[in-house]
T-cell receptor, first 110, second 119 residues
Framework: GIQVEQSPPDLILQEGANSTLRCNFS?????LQWFHQNPWGQLINLFY???GTKQNGRLSATTVATERYSLLYISSSQTTDSGVYFC????????????FGKGTHLIIQP | EPEVTQTPSHQVTQMGQEVILRCVPI?????FYWYRQILGQKVEFLVS????????KSEIFDDQFSVERPDGSNFTLKIRSTKLEDSAMYFC?????????????????FGDGTRLSIL
C-alpha cells in the first residue's frame, strides 16, 4: 500500500517562531488532509489539499502532487499550536481508507 | 458547522465483554468510516461503509468486529469478546459522495473519538 512519511518527528520551538512540516507519499493520491491532534486526542481537520495551496489564518499548506509531497506552514506559533500534526492520504487506486503518517509532535514553549 | 458525534467519550470494559461504539455522521454524508489509534501510535483505518454495506476493510477488521447502520442516523462499531490490545481511541468519520469524472474523493470529517479501555 501507499507509504506516508512525515518529518521532522519532533519539533520544539519558541512562541512566535515559524515552522514547516513535511509529508512525503509514495504514490499518486486522490485526497490529502492535514490534521492537528490536540492534547485531548481530538483530530482537528486543518486542510483538505490534494493539490495546490491553501491558507487559513496563520496556517497554510501546499501539495505538489506530481512530486508527491505536501508542506504545512505554521507562522507566529502559539502555545495552543502544540500537539501532533498528521498528514493522511487516499491513494489513487480506489481505496476508501485514509493512510496516516506517524505525525510530527510539535511543542511550542512560551 | 455540522459535526460527527461519537458516544460515549470514554468506555471502560472488562476483557471478554462486547462493546458497541456509536456515531452520528453528518446528515447529508453517504460514506462512513471507523479508524483506530493505539496510544502513542498513528491512526489506522478499520472499515468504510456505503449504501448499507462494507465498502472496504483493513486487515485489522477481522471477525471480532462488525459495523451496522441500525437507523437513518446512527452508525455503530461492535467489538465482540474484547482483548487488552483493543484498548485504543476509536474515531468515526463521514464524507460526501465523490464527485466529477474521474471521481474526486471528498474530505473525511472526524468525530472527537471514543477512548476504549479494556481491563
Amino acid at each position: 500500500g501507499i507509504q506516508v512519511e512525515q518529518s521532522p518527528p519532533d519539533l520544539i520551538l519558541q512562541e512566535g517562531a515559524n515552522s514547516t512540516l513535511r509529508c512525503n507519499f509514495s504514490d499518486s493520491v486522490n485526497n490529502l488532509q492535514w490534521f492537528h491532534q490536540n492534547p485531548w486526542g481530538q483530530l482537528i481537520n486543518l486542510f483538505y489539499i490534494p493539490s495546490g495551496t491553501k491558507q487559513n489564518g496563520r496556517l497554510s499548506a501546499t501539495t505538489v502532487a506530481t512530486e508527491r509531497y505536501s508542506l504545512l506552514y505554521i507562522s507566529s506559533s502559539q502555545t495552543t499550536d502544540s500537539g501532533v500534526y498528521f498528514c493522511a492520504v487516499l491513494s489513487g487506486g480506489g481505496a476508501d481508507g485514509l493512510t496516516f503518517g506517524k505525525g510530527t509532535h510539535l511543542i511550542i514553549q512560551p | 458547522e455540522p459535526e460527527v458525534t461519537q458516544t460515549p467519550s470514554h468506555q471502560v470494559t472488562q476483557m471478554g465483554q462486547e462493546v458497541i461504539l456509536r456515531c452520528v455522521p453528518i446528515s447529508n454524508h453517504l460514506y462512513f468510516y471507523w479508524y483506530r489509534q493505539i496510544l502513542g501510535q498513528k491512526v489506522e483505518f478499520l472499515v468504510s461503509f456505503y449504501n448499507n454495506e462494507i465498502s472496504e476493510k483493513s486487515e485489522i477488521f477481522d471477525d471480532q468486529f462488525s459495523v451496522e447502520r441500525p437507523d437513518g442516523s446512527n452508525f455503530t462499531l461492535k467489538i465482540r469478546s474484547t482483548k487488552l490490545e483493543d484498548s485504543a481511541m476509536y474515531f468515526c468519520a463521514s464524507s460526501e459522495l465523490g464527485q466529477g469524472v474521474p471521481i474526486v474523493n471528498q474530505p473525511q470529517h472526524f468525530g472527537d473519538g471514543t477512548r476504549l479501555s479494556i481491563l
